[in-house]
């Protein structure tokens, strides 16, 4: 998938004995200090060798982990980071803990300390991204899944040096890009809240053939064609807008409902959910709760995806939390996950998709599972990302 893009990428600038500040997610998973999760750090691997490769003097990494809130949490140095990237590159790599006034250390890799230790981070303070900046001749953008972040490391540094996209961002970007994507062209939507995912379903409702539509989201669907939904979650403000979804000539053709949902009731004493039981849509029982889509719905989705071309699936289909209303997002995710390569292109993109996809082990099972979630739901509802735009400038 080619993307039309008004920024430079890493391609375009010569790095030839530059000094290069890197931007990379380095927002792992950490447990007890080990990481526990390394896909991010491994995305940005191309983009350092490409770097070392073409003659970088010293290439600054810098990033952030987990919220630290503006001040220095030893738990989350990025020191654990850079032991990482020790053992994964060929040339010495070596931590400071500050982000600018520090002895440059003898080594071609530098690993910054957590950037959001300051507060200039969040704040976009342009005092501070210019100290960022003075570090290096040249910016490099490849922290996907911050490129909705309005902050210093993202938007304040390249107002000051020259800056470009690595290709992490570049893959994300080529592989959300659904403009020319091949017909038939389905997607399967679910998640918590109609709010979040409205944007979503009107960008996309102009370029998809079948919106299938899962998650809580379904219940202020029907809430608003007049049914009764007992328990389960509504977005009571977005009722309206559903009908209007529902009502609007075009849209409503491509989306699809479930016609049977998982119901269960909450046993307040055993604090769990008892009287787990399959209804049809209009007739969710008043004290229950709809959790997932029914088995009919399963089906249903199945034999229309079985003719796309290009599916993206975005949000969990019901409770993935926890068992059994895990069960449609498991089915669905296997089956989308088993029609790819034969011709089909399949992407997932979402915080909450990622996971369930990554606990099932299928991550390389998909054409391009998304490492960011804010940042992947932008594209999806076809909105800008901050961070692009703060490179446009250099274009
Ligand atoms: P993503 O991060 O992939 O975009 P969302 O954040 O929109 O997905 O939604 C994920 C959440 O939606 C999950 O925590 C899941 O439990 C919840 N969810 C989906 N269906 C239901 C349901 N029927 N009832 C309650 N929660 C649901
Ligand atoms: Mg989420």
Not at 128 to 146: P, Q, R
């Amino acid at each position: 998938m080619v993307v039309k893009l008004n920024v430079k990428t890493i391609r375009d600038f010569d790095f030839n004995n530059k000094k290069v500040l890197l931007r990379i997610d380095m927002d792992v998973p950490l447990d007890n200090g080990v990481i526990v999760d390394d896909t991010r750090l491994r995305a940005s691997l191309d983009s350092i060798n490409y770097l070392l490769d073409n003659g970088a003097s010293v290439i600054f990494l810098l990033g952030h982990i987990g919220r630290p809130g503006g001040k220095p949490v030893p738990e989350l140095s990025t020191k654990v980071v850079a032991d990482w990237f020790s053992s994964h590159l060929s040339v010495p790599v070596a931590h400071v803990d500050s982000c600018f006034d520090f002895s440059l250390p003898d080594a071609r890799v530098v690993v910054l300390e957590n950037v959001r230790f300051f507060q200039g981070e969040k704040a976009n303070d342009p005092v501070f991204s210019e100290k960022l900046a003075s570090l290096a001749d040249l910016y490099v953008n490849d922290a996907f899944a911050t490129c909705h972040r309005s902050h210093a490391s993202m938007v304040g540094v390249p107002s000051f040096i020259p800056g470009c996209l690595g290709f992490n961002v570049l893959k994300e970007l080529e592989n959300l890009s659904l403009d020319d994507a091949e017909k038939p062209f389905i997607a399967v939507l679910g998640g918590a809240k109609l709010s979040t995912k409205l944007p979503v379903i009107i960008n996309l409702s102009s370029k998809v053939d079948y919106l299938l539509v899962g998650g809580a989201m379904i219940f202020t669907f029907y809430k608003a064609l007049g049914f009764s939904v007992g328990d389960s979650l509504v977005d009571d403000d977005f009722i309206a807008k559903a009908k209007s979804l529902l009502d609007d000539p075009v849209i409503s053709k491509k989306i699809v409902l479930p016609s049977d949902v998982v119901v269960s009731s909450f046993d307040e004493f055993s604090s769990s959910f008892s009287n787990t039981r399959v209804v049809s849509y209009d007739s969710i029982p008043d004290g229950f709760k709809g959790l997932d889509i029914g088995p009919e719905a399963v089906n249903k989705f199945k034999s229309l995806l079985s003719f796309a071309k290009t599916i993206v699936w975005n949000g969990p289909l019901g409770y993935v939390e926890a068992e059994p209303f895990d069960k449609a997002t498991v089915s669905i995710a296997e089956f989308i996950a088993s029609l790819t390569n034969n011709g089909v292109r399949t992407v997932v993109g979402g915080g909450d998709s990622l996971k369930v996809v990554n606990k099932l082990g299928l991550a390389s099972a998909f054409t391009h599972v998304s490492t960011g979630g804010g940042a992947s739901l932008l594209l999806l509802q076809g909105s800008e990302l901050v961070a692009l735009k703060a490179l446009e400038k250099w274009n």
